[in-house]
């Protein structure tokens, strides 16, 4: 049973610490998307990858985060400094992407709490 | 512009009784529509889709929705609610934009089920 692997699953931190979250898509796909849940914007599409090139950031505050997907099976989502308002639950997702599919499987989420 | 909209924000039930959520999208060509569920400390899981052909959809867990393009609505459906089914879900569109396929979400209904 093929799923999205993240890590970690909870992070707590202090202002000013680099945090990095790590995601495994499902292999064989050649998309990865970066959201960002909180209760007061739902769903925020941060980064979107394809074949590992970084195809779409513009969600994504350039300050402080940064995505990279070094190699085909690992995507990085990286926050530093990272601000209480950071505070959130992130998630990876994969897909294929191409032609008409757009379905996306998404990991279990990094809850990322910032003091 | 392309958009869902999920009208309710929380919806509770009686174990065993029927279930629709209610789902709104706005988009010019034939869309590509999602369910998916949330549950507690989940990440999103894909309870169906519709690409094109019949406009009942079948899904898992005992889920179905159907296509209305008349009123531009796919509202989830289920028979007879189970506790298990307790969880928040997402109505989405698949769009291309930017040069890439991409799920535009909806704020998502929280579903409570009382025993």
């Known amino acids: 049973d093929a799923r999205v692997t993240q890590t970690p699953r909870h992070k707590v931190t202090e202002m000013g610490q680099e945090v990095t979250m790590r995601c495994q898509p499902i292999l064989g796909h050649n998309t990865v998307f970066w959201y960002r849940q909180t209760m007061m914007q739902g769903l925020e599409l941060l980064a979107y990858?394809?074949?590992?090139?970084?195809?779409?950031d513009s969600g994504m505050p350039k300050d402080r985060f940064s995505a990279e997907m070094p190699d085909a099976t690992l995507a990085t989502l990286k926050i530093q400094p990272s601000e209480p308002r950071d505070s959130a639950v992130y998630f990876c997702a994969s897909g294929r992407g191409q032609g008409t599919s757009y379905e996306q499987y998404f990991g279990p989420g990094t809850r990322l709490t910032v003091t | 512009a392309q958009s869902v909209t999920q009208p309710d924000i929380h919806i509770t039930v009686s174990e065993g009784a029927s279930l629709e959520l209610r789902c709104n999208y706005s988009y010019g060509a034939t869309p590509y529509l999602f369910w998916y569920v949330q549950s507690p400390g989940q990440g999103l899981q894909l309870l169906l889709k519709?690409?094109?052909?019949?406009?009942l959809v079948q899904g898992i867990k005992g889920f179905e929705a159907e296509f209305k393009r008349s009123q531009s609505s796919f509202n989830l459906r289920k028979p007879s609610v189970h506790w298990s089914d307790a969880a928040e879900y997402f109505c989405?569109?698949?769009?291309?934009?930017?040069?890439?396929?991409?799920?535009?979400f909806g704020a998502g209904t929280r579903l409570a089920v009382h025993p």
């Open positions: 990858f394809r074949n590992r090139a970084p195809l779409d």
């Open positions: 989405a569109v698949g769009t291309f934009m930017s040069g890439y396929n991409k799920l535009i």
């Open positions: 519709y690409f094109s052909g019949d406009t």
